[in-house]
């Protein structure tokens, strides 16, 4: 499981259709990056200091493949 820190300000903007699109888009462009090998992570993608415990098993493949699929599962 991955968690992450959201402020209620942040959760509200996602009421928008256009707000989800935006956010699911802006972590696509992360999770595409060849910043890394795409069966890994790296603090340019997916690490950071929340989510440490689970850095061995963050694949920025399965992340990108996921955000594909809600965006194709939106219409977009």
């Known amino acids: 499981m991955i968690m ?25 462009n992360k999770a595409s990056q060849q910043c890394c090998d795409e069966n890994a992570s790296c603090y340019s993608c997916l690490r950071n200091y929340y989510n440490q415990s689970h850095h061995s098993k963050l694949q920025r493949k399965y992340a990108r ?10 219409g977009v």
């Open 4 to 28: 992450c820190q959201v402020g209620a300000g942040h959760v509200k903007r996602l009421v928008y259709r256009q707000a989800i699109i935006n956010a699911l888009r802006a972590a696509h």
């Open 65 to 74: 493949d996921f955000i594909e699929l809600l965006l194709r599962e939106i």
